[in-house]
């Protein structure tokens, strides 16, 4: 009898445990899953825990779509809540309002609200850091981006977009127009990223195996391993910091954190001056890392100059290669756009006397037209990240955003909105003659961020799409093939748009370069 008694209280109290455990695992994965109806924000109710992502997650929806469908589930809507897991986010999809918070009321929106561990390298770089160490780096860095710098870069540039005209021609040689042009315009940016930022001869074009291409790669995929991380930092954050569980590839970021500082400390050592930034990159490193008056909030170390090295490399490849073999592809299926890109390329040439130089780019007027159309149809990141660092009123005073709230500015839904954008699939590059673009809100079109958080590499790296692009259009028609994907699949397993099965286009001489 007793230990029937005993038996039955151990029964009820493991019950007692279980009903407690799930009710407390239940609540904690709701308890914020309220915060948008209370503020009469339209949202799309949440699941336990996974919030809106649970397609997501399961990998039976892309985060294209998951985006997509959450934009435009109420058209009329200013703001829209949705729920990243157990987090509340924010997304604006006003432009006015957009523009406002990224340029004029910046100073209320500094940060990205991206947290990384902070033993994490890439967390000292210029896009994740915050506050006055963001501001402190921008400073520094932004020398190494003036038009002078970049003047000097041309030279290096052209030699690289001759190395790839090489390859395409090797290529033909050996019985086949039909190229791949992703990992080639991998290739492409690569070189002309290690040479003019760090004065690295790398040959990635010639071999795309390399340890920089590999290594590059593996820093922007979307592995399971990965996911599984990033929802432990919005469910449970203190995790990833007490086991020191990096977001990014040990083994890439420890690659990438040796190559850049054996390459400083060779430069220190023998006393090499270059007009790039590396040379950008050591000015930063004596002035702030060897300060002895800094404070802990404004303290500089080693980490802080490698992990920029790295941003700077990685990012400058990957992007810059995306947007040039959307262009191609483009151009591929739009001959009268490309007939006409390779008239302007042809008469500008003309005018200054074949020299490809800062004057030369200035004019390429259509050039600039058609690169605004790919990063429009092609928003290579997807969106922009912002947490509120002060309490915020909206302009109109129908809403206070909370300090500590994170946001999302869906540039890749904006950019292929009817309404700012009408029959948004079509490759159109007079949308952005001065005309129409003056027709259009600000905050409608955002590829490179804007306001003093706009990407510190812009002008670089349109500088280096437009020489290419002569380079290649001089020599190429480029064309559609039986191979080519129509239309492309941009739904790839990296954090960033990209062509899920390669670009493969037709590559024809032009008998007479013009």
């Known amino acids: 009898m007793i230990s029937f008694l005993i038996d039955r209280l151990l029964d009820n109290v493991t019950y007692l445990s279980l009903i407690v455990v799930f009710g407390s695992f239940y609540y904690y994965s709701t308890s914020t899953h309220g915060k948008w109806q209370k503020f009469n924000i339209p949202y799309i109710p949440p699941v336990p825990l996974f919030g809106n992502t649970i397609r997501m997650v399961m990998r039976l929806e892309h985060h294209i779509d998951m985006f997509d469908r959450i934009y435009h589930q109420f058209p009329d809507a200013k703001l829209v809540g949705y729920y990243q897991m157990r987090e509340p986010m924010l997304m604006i999809r006003d432009p006015e309002l957009i523009n406002t918070i990224l340029v004029k009321d910046f100073s ?3 940060d990205h609200g991206i947290d990384l561990p902070p033993t994490s390298v890439m967390a000292k770089s210029l896009f994740f850091s915050n506050g006055q160490k963001w501001r402190t780096m921008r400073q520094k860095l932004s020398p190494g981006f003036t038009s002078g710098k970049l003047k000097d870069t041309h030279v290096q540039i052209n030699e690289c977009s001759d190395e790839m005209v090489s390859k395409i021609v090797d290529t033909i040689e050996k019985n086949t127009d039909r190229i791949d042009v992703k990992p080639m315009t991998a290739g492409f940016s690569t070189d002309v990223i290690g040479t003019c930022a760090f004065g690295l001869k790398l040959d990635t074009i010639k071999n795309d195996d390399s340890d920089f291409r590999r290594y590059a790669k593996r820093m922007f995929q979307n592995t399971p391993k ?3 991380i990033q929802m432990l930092a919005i469910i449970c954050p203190f995790i990833i910091e007490l086991f020191n569980i990096q977001l990014f590839p040990v083994d890439a970021t420890n690659f990438f954190y040796k190559v850049f500082t054996d390459v400083i400390d060779y430069r220190e050592q023998h006393n090499v001056v270059r007009n790039d930034l590396t040379q950008t990159l050591m000015q930063a490193r004596k002035e702030l890392v060897s300060k002895d008056e800094s404070t802990v909030e ?4 080693e980490a802080d100059i490698i992990g920029n ?13 995306s ?3 959307f262009c191609l592809y483009e151009l591929a299926l739009n001959k009268e756009t490309q007939d006409k890109l390779r008239g302007e390329i042809c008469s500008m040439k003309a005018k200054h006397n074949g020299q490809l130089n800062n004057d030369y780019l200035m004019d390429l007027h259509y050039t600039t037209m058609v690169l605004e159309e790919t990063s ?3 928003s290579i990141a997807y969106s922009i990240m912002r947490v509120a660092t002060k309490t915020y009123t909206l302009p109109d005073k129908s809403f206070v955003i909370e300090k500590g ?11 292929r909105d009817p309404k700012y954008y009408p029959d948004p699939l079509s490759f159109n590059p007079e949308r952005f003659s001065m005309e129409q673009k003056s027709q259009r809100p600000n905050g409608t079109y955002i590829p490179f961020g804007d306001g003093p958080r706009l990407c510190i590499g812009k002008r670089f790296a349109e500088s280096e799409m437009k020489l290419v692009l002569s380079n290649l259009l001089s020599k190429f028609e480029v064309l559609p093939c039986e191979q080519t994907e129509i239309p492309l699949d941009i739904r790839s397993g990296t954090g960033l748009i990209s062509a899920k099965n390669g670009v493969v286009l037709k590559f024809r001489p032009i008998i007479e370069h013009l």
């Open 108 to 110: 209320h929106f500094t």
């Open 226 to 228: 990965q996911i599984i």
């Open 298 to 301: 404004d303290k500089f170390t």
């Open 309 to 321: 090295a790295i941003l700077m490399f990685t990012a400058g490849s990957e992007t810059v290669s």
């Open 323 to 325: 947007v040039l073999y």
């Open 376 to 378: 429009r149809k092609y």
């Open 405 to 415: 709230q994170k946001i999302f500015i869906p540039m890749f839904n904006i950019h």
